[in-house]
């Protein structure tokens, strides 16, 4: 077994079986099998059974499998008993291996509905995941409790990872006075959407960065502007920010460790074949524990929606995630944290140019490009 074998199947060796009794299928092989099932295009426990006993041969050559593979009962009833936060804490260890440090790093923190997993009496489930631009990594995930929201899973999720001296970036949802001050409490800074959900807030800065953009404010502010062309699309983004903050204390706004205030205005003109165009402008508000630093705020406030395009787009389109019927019990939840981890090992891979869905096709034709993946020997 090589290094990165250890550092994959150990990470999960912790895991307590849910069943009281010696089985006939041990937990390791239903978990061994799942994943690189899972990484080959599997999307339900069905295919899951269908492609390990298609490659038993080969999973013997990592675990034994003395029985065989289980039935897609056996993998239900176990991930659906199997407890979803060990699961999440032992994905959550794994991948501090893999990344060590994150100090001066970006991670995005954002929530994503499995729509799939409700079944009539139970509202789909909600995940919070944070995520790391510089890796394209999942670096953990935390399920929202029943009838709660985001808000009080993010300092759950905080409080699970080393996040010292990383850079973080929440949604307007997450702009709250108790979510900035654990951000600071755990070493990192933070960058939080400002909307509605905070008015005073809200107004306050959108008055102070319109007086700005006018002409009419005495006080320093810096910019940042970036143009891009493409397909006939011009967007023009441009980021403003100010270390004038003292004023907000005297509207009771305490916000902790915070630095500066952020607008990004973006322009987008579409220009169509006969020449004509046109144009919308959206700006948007933040604000930040970070030094008034433009370049480098305006790249963290546009690096944060990595997380909708390279993490949960991906999920949706590539695996079906929203599709999934697996609903019972756990099986949801620890269902997630199996497809992650065949993303986050998919992600990792730079010896090929092809895309997600085509690098799970590629690992389930090819058992060495599979074990290349995962780090098994052959």
């Known amino acids: 077994m090589t290094i990165a074998t250890k550092s994959l199947l150990e990470a999960f060796e912790e895991l307590r079986d849910p069943r009281a009794r010696s089985c006939s299928y041990q937990l390791d092989e239903l978990l061994l099998a799942a994943i690189c099932a899972i990484i080959s295009g599997a999307e339900s426990w069905t295919s899951v059974v269908e492609w390990s006993e298609m490659k038993l041969d080969w999973l013997r050559q990592h675990r034994p499998f003395a029985n065989g593979i289980a039935s897609h009962d056996t993998f239900g009833r176990v991930f659906s008993l199997l407890d979803a936060r060990q699961f ?8 501090s291996a893999l990344c060590p440090s994150l100090d001066g790093r970006h991670i995005a923190i954002d929530g994503k509905c499995v729509r799939g997993s409700h079944d009539g009496a139970n509202s789909a489930i909600h995940l919070v995941s944070a995520w790391s631009s510089a890796s394209g990594l ?7 409790a029943d009838k709660s929201n985001e808000i009080t899973a993010i300092p759950q999720l905080l409080d699970a990872l080393d996040v010292k001296g990383a850079i973080i970036t929440i949604d307007a949802m997450g702009c709250q006075h108790d979510i900035a001050a654990k951000i600071v409490e755990r070493g990192a800074d933070y960058v939080l959407g400002v909307k509605d959900n905070q008015p005073g807030l809200a107004e306050a800065v959108k008055l102070w960065f319109d007086a700005a953009d006018a002409g009419k404010m005495d006080r320093p502010f810096w910019d940042d502007i970036q143009i891009e062309k493409d397909h006939g699309r011009i967007e023009t983004r441009r980021c403003l920010v100010t270390n004038d903050v003292a004023w907000l204390q005297e509207q009771r706004q305490h916000w902790s460790a915070l630095k500066s205030l952020i ?47 390279s993490m949960h787009w991906v999920l949706d389109v590539a695996f079906r995630e929203d599709d999934c019927r697996i609903r019972v019990g756990e099986a949801a939840q620890n269902f997630a944290i199996l497809r992650r981890i065949a993303l986050n090992l998919l992600k990792r891979d730079k010896s090929t140019k092809l895309g997600i ?9 090819n058992v060495d490009y599979l074990g290349k993946l995962l780090g098994l020997a052959t």
């Open 88 to 95: 999440e804490a032992c994905f959550m260890r794994w991948m």
């Open 357 to 365: 869905a085509n690098k799970r096709l590629k690992a389930g034709w």
């Open 138 to 144: 999942t670096l953990g995930q935390i399920r929202t």
């Open 263 to 309: 607008m990004i205005e973006s322009t987008r003109e579409i220009i169509g074949r006969n020449g004509t165009g046109t144009a919308s402008v959206e700006r948007r508000y933040y604000i930040s524990s970070v030094p008034a630093k433009a370049a480098l705020l305006g790249n963290t406030v546009r690096a944060h929606w990595g997380i909708e395009n």
